[in-house]
């Protein structure tokens, strides 16, 4: 099972940072660079779990778990271009987890992704995504 794991600590209290990416429906607002659109479908609010979203037109994600006490949430891979298509990717499971940094007010951010596939090719294309988001997400948050 290919699995993608990246973290970062950013300078900001774990409540701005969980305020900010917990909004399953405005990644692009912290991420243009990487997602010019984020669409939401259906009638769910962003963060009801079994809400969509459609990022780029062309990536499609459903939150699946959603801890607002705990600082996390998981989504699945629905449909993607190549690497991360059905087709590539089976079972995928993206997760966001937030811990407090208490000795001096930061946030530790893990990203991480697991699935099922037959290629290694996506875990380049996961890495060098998650890498970027915590590099945005660090940068909206300061």
């Keep these: 099972m290919p699995r993608t794991f990246n973290s970062i600590v950013i300078n900001a209290p774990i409540a701005k940072v969980w305020a900010i990416v917990s909004d399953f429906h405005k990644l692009n607002n912290w991420a243009p660079e990487l997602f010019m659109s984020c669409d939401a479908t259906g009638d769910l609010g962003p963060t009801e779990v079994?809400?969509?979203?459609?990022?780029?037109?062309?990536?499609?994600?459903?939150l699946i778990h959603f801890d607002a006490e705990q600082h996390h949430f998981e989504y699945s891979l629905d449909e993607g271009p190549p690497p991360i298509s059905s087709q590539d990717v089976t079972q995928y499971v993206g997760s966001v987890k937030?811990?407090?940094?208490?000795?001096?007010?930061?946030t530790y951010v893990a990203w991480s992704s697991r699935w099922?596939?037959?290629s290694d090719e996506a875990v380049a294309f996961c890495n060098s995504v998650y890498v970027g988001l915590l590099k945005a997400l660090a940068a909206a948050c300061e």
Excluded: C, F, H, W
């Design 50 to 62: 079994g809400t969509k979203r459609v990022l780029n037109g062309a990536i499609y994600e459903t």
């Design 98 to 106: 937030l811990n407090p940094v208490t000795a001096n007010d930061t």
């Design 116 to 118: 099922e596939s037959e």
